[in-house]
């Protein structure tokens, strides 16, 4: 296995890395410093063609410039916090009268410090470190969070997450993947096939904060228990999802027939925010394509969106001491 260093770019004088971490098939896994996003990730199709499966942009301005969020590491918290309020605690109102992933600038947002990891067999992994002082975007606490990705010969990106803090706070992270695995976007989501362990979504309202109520997915649009296709999905659910289900088994399953292609999440998370991209079609260039609607989906690992206002749902709350540590584990095969 090995790790290539590829100069991406400049913020200021700082300078953008892209790590290529390659396993002994050729399969790929890259990822920048800055904002810890994933920029691509190459498996191969039952042919064995390697090609990319999630959604990139080409250039690092495109990145600075969209606030889409492609494959970025979204923190402290990730979704909305109705009208930003925790306690006494007001955070950034970054989207309308709420709070979403983290305030502005957050995780997304920063060059973050990096180690490489050479030193195991048959993986390699680049982790990212940063401080985030108390008082940014309104939270209380330094925290210090350390993200790593990890890349294994059998095409599995491993993530874990650690984070610290000194005083009580909120923390509830994610990563922002988009995934479409016809390969360089060939086709959109809609030839994929979609499982979700879980038997309850939670529902959201117009201004698609969590209403606190959950839902069973019997009988509904959200029913993903069994593999379903994304078309038949979205046609009963014109309006697309961009829904939190609350999972069973911490297990997400996406395969595309075409390609051959299949992912299997497993998560330590309570929940997967399912995103479809409807309706974005959007001027900028993915992949070298205009973006369109249902060109990916993103499944972010996480506990459930503004928790601080459920008390239904799993406390985000981090303590002094009681470190946070998570892992989401992402395999592709065919
Ligand atoms: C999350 C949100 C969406 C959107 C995307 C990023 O999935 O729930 O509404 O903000 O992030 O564009």
Redesign the pocket.
């Known amino acids: 296995m090995k790790l290539i260093k590829r100069h991406y770019g400049w913020i200021k004088d700082q300078e953008v890395i892209e790590y290529h971490l390659v396993n002994n098939q050729g399969a790929t896994f890259k990822c920048l410093n800055y904002g810890a996003i994933v920029t691509a990730i190459l498996v191969p199709d039952k042919n064995k063609s390697l090609e990319n499966v999630v959604l990139s942009f080409d250039q690092l301005s495109d990145y600075l410039t969209y ?3 492609f494959g970025a590491l979204i923190g402290r918290v990730a ?1 909305r916090i109705r009208k930003g309020q925790w306690l006494d605690h007001q955070l950034t109102l970054n989207e309308g009268k709420h709070h ?2 983290g305030g502005e600038p957050n995780f997304s947002h920063l060059l973050w410090e990096t180690k490489e990891i050479t030193n195991q067999a048959d993986t390699v992994g680049i982790q990212f470190s940063h401080r985030s002082p108390a008082g940014e975007n309104g939270y209380p606490g330094n925290l210090v969070t350390t993200v790593t990705y990890f890349w294994t010969n059998n095409q599995t990106w491993i993530m874990t997450i650690e984070a610290q803090t000194d005083e009580r706070t909120l923390f509830n992270p994610t990563n ?1 993947t988009y995934f479409n695995l016809s390969g360089e976007t060939k086709r959109t989501i809609e030839t994929h096939q979609l499982q979700i362990s879980s038997e309850v979504y939670a529902e959201i309202d117009d201004e ?1 904060c969590p209403t606190g109520r959950l839902l069973a997915v019997k009988d509904t649009a959200y029913d993903f228990t069994q593999p379903t296709s994304l078309q038949k999905a979205l046609k009963k659910n014109p309006k697309g999802y ?1 829904t939190p289900f609350k999972l069973q088994e911490g297990k997400v399953v996406l395969t595309e027939q075409e390609s051959g292609r299949k992912l299997e999440i497993e998560t330590t998370r309570e929940s997967v ?1 399912v ?1 479809s991209t409807t309706g974005m079609e959007e001027d900028y260039l993915v992949n070298g394509k205009k973006m369109c609607s249902h060109l990916g989906l ?1 499944l ?1 690992m996480q506990e459930l969106p503004d928790a601080v206002h459920h008390r239904q749902f799993q406390s985000i709350i981090l303590e002094p001491d009681k470190p946070h540590s998570s892992q989401t584990s992402y395999h592709f095969s065919v």
Do not use: L, N, Q, S
């Open positions: 606030p889409t969020y979704g979403i992933h922002h698609k961009d925010v995103f993103a972010e």
